[in-house]
T-cell receptor, first 114, second 113 residues
Framework: GAVVSQHPSRVICKSGTSVKIECRSLDFQATTMFWYRQFPKKSLMLMATSNEGSKATYEQGVEKDKFLINHASLTLSTLTVTSAHPEDSSFYIC??????????FGSGTQLSVL | QQPVQSPQAVILREGEDAVINCSSSKALYSVHWYRQKHGEAPVFLMILLKGGEQKGHEKISASFNEKKQQSSLYLTASQLSYSGTYFCGTENPGSSNTGKLIFGQGTTLQVKP
């Protein structure tokens, strides 16, 4: 199956700093990628749809200025958590869809904000 | 709107069967099933695109009833490796062909020896 690489897998940062998470589709081009957030033992909550070459589409309630998304190429999308606070601590997962409409997930990033 | 999964949790003995249901209050374009193990990303199981479609993958199969706006995942002769949390992800006609999925709350499956 298709491979989606996500880095870093784990990051610890101080409150007030910014953190960038990368999501790459390794063996296919993805014009659209998705960013999800997951709290412990909870479901995956869609945060935004990342569109190559255009602005991301955010879900209701997700702060655009807090979670900056950039989809600069057909294989790379980045999520930057700006001015992180402890409540931003969570598991963030990206996904990308292949030509057969299957959605593949990255390995996830566990963010801990101290 | 988030689809509803049932049951929330199930405990099985190895070799037993289980059914996980996923219902939506909205019309569905497709249903995707994933399994997630603790601390890992969800892993794709299967996708159902047409009403009435059924698919199988080894001892895991699924059905999709478009009229009832629901899908079921069938796990037969469960193995220890089946343990994890199962999510259904639904795609509505309005967002069809975009890959935008809304996930259910998950069903935790535990298979014991």
């Amino acid at each position: 199956g298709a491979v989606v690489s996500q880095h870093p897998s784990r990051v610890i940062c101080k409150s007030g700093t910014s953190v960038k998470i990368e999501c790459r589709s390794l063996d296919f081009q993805a014009t659209t990628m998705f960013w999800y957030r997951q709290f412990p033992k909870k479901s995956l909550m869609l945060m935004a749809t990342s569109n190559e070459g255009s602005k991301a589409t955010y879900e209701q309630g997700v702060e655009k200025d807090k979670f900056l998304i950039n989809h600069a190429s057909l294989t790379l999308s980045t999520l930057t958590v700006t001015s992180a606070h402890p409540e931003d601590s969570s598991f963030y997962i990206c996904s990308a869809r292949d030509l057969y409409e299957k959605l593949f997930f990255g390995s996830g990033t566990q963010l801990s904000v101290l | 709107q988030q689809p509803v999964q049932s049951p929330q949790a199930v405990i099985l003995r190895e070799g037993e069967d289980a059914v996980i249901n996923c219902s939506s209050s909205k019309a569905l374009y497709s249903v995707h099933w994933y399994r997630q193990k603790h601390g890992e990303a969800p892993v794709f199981l299967m996708i159902l695109l047409k009403g009435g479609e059924q698919k199988g993958h080894e001892k895991i199969s699924a059905s999709f009833n478009e009229k009832k706006q629901q899908s079921s995942l069938y796990l037969t002769a469960s193995q220890l490796s089946y343990s994890g949390t199962y999510f259904c992800g639904t795609e509505n006609p309005g967002s069809s062909n975009t890959g935008k999925l809304i996930f259910g709350q998950g069903t935790t499956l535990q298979v014991k020896p």
